[in-house]
């Protein structure tokens, strides 16, 4: 690198500084290189020290006028660029069709000036950015090129929007959207916000950051100047002129030396000043910066005045924590709503915490996103508990009493009101004396209950809220038990009493809400209400099968297919005796077949299950016309086609079977056209599309196989992108890149299919490892390492510990479960545990029932059977 460039790189860096420390950071730059020195030294004198954004004073001449746009663009990319000498201020004069009217800032590359247009096309106001003489280098022009494509590419409210661009004498010039306003600190100020307020603009940043990298651009010079607040109150992020663009169509030159790098060193991140890798989380980094700023005014590393202190202080300091730099400001700096004492506390914890851990060194033990700031931002200001604050039950318990104090204590009350005039009323259907004396018995329950939630709960909630809803789970379950023994057979109480097991049960260990993960404490709850309904004269039938459905629900969940049927049966014969008289029997059954299909058609029992399937397309079928809810019926009638579709190829009739799964997933898509952005249309078609994936993978055809599961994978990414924090899209797509990458790596395309199934573990192996993981999430990484086709990617001894703790959460009661740990124990040389294991999978099968299922297992046993043989010999 010649001389000239390198003292360009680091003019341009230290124009970036305070005039205060400009000559501190050359000196540092320079070393002992004289010649370098001369050079700045030369560029310094012509510098305007007393301008705070001082550039290069630019000599006077005229501009010259290009009109062909394309001869611009062309001169621009591929002829020498002449050096054109400007004024020091252009102010007046015309670049392209605009006219500038005045320059409202100025950098180390060039000048920003308001302008209109001066043919008087448009009215509107613009901002014109231009490269400055001395600046012309090739780095420099490349990187001003990249500046508009980046934000050509990007369309945000809350992003400065590209409006034209062109080139006048071989400079290349940018004309955006103008900004009238103040840098994002300075409006702070000004405005005195109170930290909510901050808080909440700086979330507004963090919308606009977290669009920019989805559109695989990282900023890299997030601060104060470059976060403009229009008069109205709306941040605009500028100046994406260091911008990196994760994109093979963009270049980034790597620098060697922190002035070469595209940076401003009072932001920089740890990774930027050691010239390692920039990801996203370095925007993370710099938005931690900013904050920093906004809710404490100084930067956390002001004491740092030269650059080897700043680099020095960056890698290796941790900075005050908020609440402590604020205790020790000058009482002229707080914030507007108390003085530094009491915004000392405001800030510590949460916001403490939050900070800090943008801050971190480690790009890997920041938020993962910008959006994960975002969100514990979003849960500070609602008063839920953060990520960034450790967790501990006194912590979460805090959070709750201090969001629901006044609900927790109102909602009790309402409830004992309710239960005493449920009580009162009851009591007053039976004779006098009997009336009076049950009505004080319940009243003595009602008196204790509400003794227990307004005294003893105080003490157990001090342990965390998940004790305390156990306790309280608890209690309520006692004054059921008490209720249950005296209700008299009074047909009314018998279904409060059902509903009151029925939202315990929910509560224990319900599949689609919070709840305790007592499988086995909400299985005795629902079998409870159903000891009740058996007993009852007159059951409500809705009621009764409702209840048999729930455990079938828990038990197809956490236990296995075959242990569901006994109550599904059930509920549809409750449900088909009195459908000739109730129509809501008749609504309700249509809920219960396609589940009853589907637990038959996984134990292999295909004859039966699509029996049912066609059942529950001629019920749909018969109550479609009078319906109030048809979307409600129509999805399900797409459902049951796509299943019995599924069901019928399984069963070997595979053409045909595939043939009614397309018609499935055309009645999803019908349903689509009339909210083509929902969730809850997309993700359908996205599951029915990995269906017949898997169908045809079944059936050997790969490559079409493949092309099904790209189709779900589309669907599933964009649902990702539009919400990263939803855990069942991200699983959903990594179960379409494992399934793609083995389609594509057993249809020949082997290289594509590595890259999908690396991509596949990178998810799942994060998700895996956390204590709390699901058990898909571990069936499926387990199935993935020891069963891909790409074999460098297979990992036996992992694929065995992941496949070890699926069996520990989920039990020995599910054959797909056994059979992944199987194949993991003779992955790892161990087949006589994984013949057994196998053997152990196919007992769970109903007997006599037919199904692939059977097939693969019988198959696998037989591989097992032989390795185990042959190792023995």
Not at 126 to 138: H, S
Not at 257 to 268: F, G, I, L
Not at 350 to 361: H, P, S
Not at 462 to 481: C, D, F, M, N, Q
Request: with cysteine.
């Amino acid at each position: 690198m010649n001389i000239q460039t390198r003292a360009s790189a680091i003019f341009r860096a230290a124009m970036e500084q305070p005039p205060a420390r400009r000559r501190a950071f050359v000196e540092a730059e320079c070393g002992d290189d004289t010649d370098l020195k001369t050079a700045l030294h030369h560029m310094m004198s012509n510098a305007n020290e007393g301008d705070e954004t001082a550039v290069l004073k630019w000599p006077a001449t005229s501009i010259t006028e290009i009109t062909d746009r394309d001869e611009q663009e062309s001169a621009f990319e591929s002829r020498p660029l002449p050096r054109v000498l400007f004024t020091e201020d252009l102010s007046g004069h015309r670049v392209g069709p605009y006219e500038l009217i005045r320059r409202v800032g100025k950098g180390g590359m060039g000048a920003v000036y308001a302008a209109r247009r001066a043919d008087q096309e448009f009215r509107k106001l613009v901002a014109v950015k231009l490269v400055k003489p001395g600046m012309e280098t090739e780095e420099i022009l490349q990187r001003f090129k990249q500046e508009r494509q980046v934000l050509a590419g990007l369309d945000h409210p809350n992003i400065a929007r590209l409006l034209d661009g062109g080139t006048e004498g071989a400079i290349p010039y940018i004309v955006m959207e103008y900004v009238e306003g103040t840098p994002i600190d300075v409006y702070c100020r000004s405005h005195q916000l109170t930290v909510t307020d901050r808080l909440n603009l700086f979330l507004t940043v963090c919308s606009a950051v977290q669009y920019a990298h989805q559109s695989l651009v990282i900023h890299r010079d997030i601060k104060s100047p470059n976060v403009m607040v229009s008069t109205d109150g709306v941040p605009k992020l500028l100046d994406f002129g260091i911008a990196k663009v994760l994109n093979p169509d963009f270049s980034d030159k790597t620098m060697t030396a922190v002035s070469e790098r595209p940076m401003t060193p009072d932001y920089a991140s740890p990774e930027q000043i050691r010239g390692e890798q920039v990801t996203t989380a370095s925007d993370v980094y710099a938005l931690g910066l900013l904050l920093y700023e906004l809710i404490t005014t100084v930067h956390p590393l002001r004491s740092a005045y030269n650059l080897v202190g700043l680099q020095a202080a960056v890698l290796e300091t941790n900075p005050e924590r908020p609440s402590d730099m604020v205790a020790k400001l000058p009482e002229s700096a707080a914030l507007p709503e108390a003085d530094n004492t009491r915004l000392s506390s405001r800030l510590r914890g949460d916001l403490d915490c939050i900070v800090m851990m943008a801050l971190r060194k480690e790009p890997k033990r920041r938020y993962e996103s910008v959006q994960h700031m975002a969100d514990d931002i979003q849960r500070h200001l609602q008063g839920l508990p953060v990520r960034a604050h450790k967790d501990s039950a006194g912590y979460r318990t805090k959070k709750f009493f201090r969001r629901h104090t006044a609900a927790v204590v109102a909602g009790i009350l309402i409830f004992v009101a309710l239960v005493a005039s449920s009580l009162i009323s009851w009591a007053f259907y039976h004779q006098a004396n009997y009336e009076r004396a049950r009505a004080e018995a319940r009243f003595d329950d009602v008196r204790q209950l509400a003794q227990f939630v307004l005294f003893d709960f105080d003490n157990v909630v001090s342990a965390g809220v998940t004790p305390a809803r156990k306790a309280l789970i608890e209690k309520a379950t006692e004054y059921l038990g008490r209720l249950e023994k005296d209700r008299g057979g009074d047909a009314s109480i018998e279904q409060e009493i059902v509903r009151g097991y029925l939202k315990v049960g929910d509560l224990r260990g319900n599949l689609y809400g919070p709840n305790l993960g007592d499988h086995e404490g909400a299985r005795k709850s629902y079998e409870r209400a159903l000891g009740i309904l058996d007993q009852s004269k007159a059951p409500d039938v809705v009621l009764l099968s409702q209840t048999h459905v729930r455990l079938a629900d828990l038990l197809a969940q956490h236990g296995s297919p075959s242990d569901a049927l006994a109550p599904y049966e059930k509920a549809r014969s409750i449900l088909e005796k009195a459908s000739g008289r109730n129509p809501a029997a008749s609504r309700a059954l249509v809920e219960v077949l396609p589940k009853l299909a589907f637990a038959q058609s996984q134990t292999g029992m295909l004859t039966q299950s699509l029996a049912t399937y066609e059942q529950s397309l001629q019920l749909i079928r018969k109550l479609m016309p009078g319906a109030k809810d048809k979307p409600v019926l129509r999805r399900l009638e797409a459902r049951s086609i796509l299943r019995q579709g599924e069901a019928r190829a399984r069963s070997g009739r595979l053409d045909e079977g595939l043939a009614e799964m397309r018609q499935g997933i055309a009645a999803y898509q019908e349903l689509a056209t009339a909210a083509p952005d929902s969730p809850n249309v997309r993700r359908p078609i996205a599951t029915s599309s990995g269906l017949v994936g898997d169908v045809l993978a079944l059936a050997g055809r790969h490559r079409e196989a493949s092309e099904a599961y790209r189709k779900a994978l589309d669907i599933a990414e964009a649902l990702a992108v539009s919400d990263p924090l939803n855990a069942q899209y991200q699983r959903d797509r990594s179960t379409y890149l494992g399934r793609l990458g083995e389609a594509l790596a057993l249809s020949g395309r082997y290289e594509e299919g590595r890259t999908m199934t690396r991509t596949a573990l990178d998810i799942l192996r994060p998700l895996a490892a956390r204590p709390d993981a699901a058990e898909f999430e571990l069936h499926l990484y387990s199935w993935i390492l020891v069963t891909t086709p790409v074999t460098e990617l297979r990992n036996a001894p992992e694929a065995l510990r992941s496949a070890e703790r699926l069996v520990e959460i989920a039990g020995r009661r599910d054959p797909r479960t056994l059979d992944v740990l199987a194949r993991a124990y003779a992955a790892t040389g161990r087949f006589a545990v994984a013949r057994d294991t196998e053997l152990e999978a196919l007992g769970l099968l109903p007997p006599g029932s037919r199904s692939d299922l059977r097939d693969i297992l019988n198959r696998q046993l037989r591989e097992f059977e032989s390795k185990s043989s042959r190792s023995q010999k």
